[in-house]
């Protein structure tokens, strides 16, 4: 008997970073987390990207980049405290366990490149380098005191007998006998990777101890904590901090290794590359084959350039030079992140009151995987940086009625917008956006004959008319000014309407 084939309907992606970084952890935010995942599954978030979840260097509220034990969730008393920041490893794995009942993958998040409150002090011969140069050497090779010696008392080589010394690393920031801050010191047997970015003559070197991914003992210790790591947690996906100060050829085969090991099993990464010029992301992309997504920088600051331009932004320019535009299948879009936040090293805010306009962009035009911003979603009360208002109501029109063909009217200095002409797997789908950086406006578009004489309505309820396709299949769709629009099926606009939070 022939089997009954039975058609998969593709529901799109929605990530969320699910952190900001002044997050209150109180060594119980996995337990948050776990109580929202079914929320967020309602909503139409398919992915979730945790904080790194490893014990940190400074344990009490670290955010979880400055890594002292990759085996240690949350499990070990090391640095003064056996939770993390966010809590215990069965925290951990419970909280990953109820995202995946509720049917959401989880991105960990792997850092690579550098380990930050040793043990202990080694000497080692190194030469002092120009930080804004790292290829200029300001010394001779003489000793200095550095905090390269890991050997983990507190975990007693449970999961991995691996000690970490100077061999291991590259450089280091401190002499702890000189004692000078703003320093970086290359170890004088070692080279910077030549395969990282060029900022700063090299940018191997980021911060604690620069981790040689290069030494074959440290390759092997970051397969075999990666395969632990996968077998004890089940997590589906990995952010990749901060590869552009990791050796591209390592990064690659990395990336190959543990989809070799995850075989059978679509294992997504996505990478941390921050850099505003999209032909850089791309030289990665190719140094890479591709391997990865990256999050998409030059989208982001063309949303902030936007948003900070008081009408003046041509709106036909929004997707120029971004990875969206260029390599569509590697895009990670978002609008602002951990380290873009205000008082963070790479602040780059987007304009609150256009960050609906914002969101509008990347979760309902076509391309590129969106990734929504925890500090968006709640708010970041320390900072005073408001929810945004409807963003749950994007997610969810992304999630149930942003589908089939688009056509696009990205063509004009103020107002912009597209349509996409719905499809039969996804009951009442089919939209209109238009989204405006000053006047008011209107755009004239084509959604598709089938929808000839229905009504369609703004689910962001700005607008109160009601929008009527002719018979050729095109609508009025108006925009106000300063904002978005988002017109939808009046089926649509019903279910939206009771599920508006
Ligand atoms: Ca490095």
Redesign the pocket.
């Known amino acids: 008997m022939a089997k009954k084939m039975t058609k998969e309907v593709k529901t799109n992606k929605t990530l969320i970073q699910y952190f900001e970084w002044y997050v209150e952890g109180n060594h119980v935010f996995w337990n948050k987390c776990k109580a929202q995942a079914r929320r967020l599954a309602e909503f139409g978030i398919t992915g979730v990207w945790l904080p790194p979840a490893y014990k940190a260097g400074f344990t009490e509220d670290n955010v979880g980049y400055a890594v002292y034990d990759m085996y240690d969730l949350g499990e070990f008393d090391q640095k003064g405290l056996t939770k993390t920041k966010y809590g215990s490893r069965q925290e951990y794995l419970d909280c990953i366990k109820a995202f995946h009942d509720a049917g959401i993958n989880v991105f960990a998040d792997v850092v690579l ?2 380990r930050v409150g040793a043990d202990g002090f080694e000497d080692v011969s190194a030469v002092r380098v120009n930080p804004n140069n790292r290829n200029d050497n300001w010394s001779e090779p003489y000793t200095i005191s550095a905090a390269t010696v890991f050997d983990f008392p507190g975990r007693k080589g449970k999961y991995s007998k691996f000690k970490w010394n100077h061999s291991h690393f ?1 450089g280091v920031d401190w002499d702890n006998n000189e004692k000078r801050t703003g320093s970086i010191y290359r170890f004088a047997d070692k080279q910077w ?1 030549n395969d ?1 970015s060029h900022e700063m003559g090299n940018y ?3 911060m604690g101890a ?2 040689d ?1 290069y030494n074959p003992e440290v390759k092997k210790e970051i397969e075999t904590w990666t395969k632990w790591y996968l077998d004890t947690t089940g997590v589906d996906a990995f952010r990749m901090d901060a590869v552009k ?2 050796g591209a050829s390592f990064v690659k085969e990395y990336v190959a290794m543990v989809r070799e090991y995850k075989k059978g099993c679509d294992f997504p990464f996505f990478g941390e590359y921050w850099h505003g010029d999209v032909n850089t992301l791309c030289d990665y992309l190719d140094q890479i084959d591709n391997a990865i997504g990256l999050f998409d920088v030059p989208l982001h600051f063309n949303l902030r350039q936007m948003s900070y331009a008081d009408g003046n932004y041509n709106m036909a320019e929004i997707f120029n030079n971004t990875l969206i535009q260029k390599r569509p299948g590697n895009a990670v879009t978002f609008v602002d992140n951990h380290d873009s936040q205000p008082g963070q090293s790479l602040e780059s805010f987007v304009n609150t009151w256009m960050k609906q306009v914002a969101y509008a962009l990347i979760l309902l035009h076509k391309d590129g995987i969106p990734c929504v911003f925890y500090g968006d979603l709640y708010g970041i009360p320390c900072t005073r940086n408001i929810p945004i208002p409807r963003l749950r109501t994007l997610i969810r029109v992304r999630h149930d009625f942003a589908y089939g063909e688009q056509h696009d009217y990205i063509d004009d200095y103020d107002v912009i917008g597209w349509t996409r002409e719905g499809d039969g797997d996804h009951p009442d789908s089919g939209i209109a956006v238009v989204l405006s950086d000053k006047r008011d406006g209107c755009k004239h578009m084509y959604i598709g004959r089938q929808f000839a004489g229905k009504c369609f309505r703004d689910c962001m309820r700005k607008v109160r008319e009601v929008v009527t396709v002719d018979a050729d299949g095109y609508g009025d769709f108006p925009v106000q000014g300063f904002s978005s629009a988002v017109w939808v099926t009046e089926a649509a606009y019903e279910y939206l309407v009771i599920n508006e939070d």
């Open positions: 490149n550098h590259t990777a990282v191997d070197y980021l620069d981790v991914v100060h990791i």
